[in-house]
């Protein structure tokens, strides 16, 4: 099984639907990001968490909002999507800043 | 605002050759991280670099991290196909806390 596990793995959506992704882990990492994918652009940090009450704004959380329901699970809602937040999602773990970011598969997410 | 900016963005080569991918940053930071993406797949770690002069190896490839010039360098020796891939750099530290990716570099090696 992959230790971060993202779910759905596609989806396609209409502008102004809610939205909400899902990101588990089996790492026992406290720090989880969420990440968004664009071509040509490199990924740019949307939220990340460092503990259950410790969430904090990355480079481009406008649109969205994250829930960290337990040191294992890390969610990341669109609350009304929009066509320009079509993109590839990616959560990731680590366990500290001196370690690498274990990415999942991420999420493909268009937005019609 | 901490800002990657990695050359080439393109590179195709042929098997064999020798490159490197360079990895410039804006401000002070004190690790770096390389990673590969596959098309269609998620990004495997590939170098973590903690500190000025840290060079790791691997395979063909070798990372190393100058924190004074603010530059990383990967260095592929003896391309071969399998190599072909997105290689990102990505320096710690920003506005937030964790990375700040570079646009990478798409590597497509040639027979």
């Known amino acids: 099984d992959a230790d971060v596990t993202q779910t759905p793995r596609n989806r396609i959506t209409k502008t102004g639907k809610r939205i909400m992704l899902e990101c588990s882990q089996t790492?026992?990492?406290?720090?989880m990001y969420w990440y968004r994918q664009d071509p040509g652009l490199g990924l740019r940090l949307i939220y990340y968490?460092?503990?259950?009450?410790?969430?904090n704004k990355g480079e481009i959380s406008d649109g969205y909002s994250v829930s960290r329901q337990a040191q294992a699970k890390f969610s990341l809602s669109l609350e009304s999507a929009i066509p320009n937040q079509t993109a590839l999602y990616f959560c990731?773990?680590?366990?500290?800043?001196?370690?690498?970011?274990?990415f999942g598969d991420g999420t493909r997410l268009s937005i019609l | 605002e901490l800002k990657v900016e990695q050359n080439p963005l393109f590179l195709s080569m042929q098997e064999g050759k020798n490159y490197t991918i360079y990895c410039n940053y804006s401000?002070?930071?004190?690790?770096l991280y390389w990673y590969r993406q596959d098309p269609g797949k998620s990004l495997e770690s590939l170098f973590v670099?903690?500190?000025?002069?840290a060079v790791k190896q691997e395979g063909r490839l070798m990372a190393s991290l100058d924190t004074k010039a603010r530059l990383s360098t990967l260095h592929i020796t003896a391309a071969v196909h399998d190599l072909s891939a997105t290689y990102f750099c990505?320096?710690?530290?920003?506005?937030?806390?964790?990375?700040?990716f570079g646009k990478g570099t798409h590597l497509i090696i040639q027979p």
């Open positions: 990731a773990t680590s366990g500290s800043s001196n370690q690498p970011q274990h």
């Open positions: 790492k026992g990492h406290d720090r």
């Open positions: 968490s460092f503990d259950v009450k410790d969430i």
């Open positions: 401000t002070t930071s004190d690790r």
């Open positions: 670099l903690l500190s000025n002069g």
């Open positions: 990505a320096p710690y530290g920003g506005r937030a806390d964790g990375l700040t």
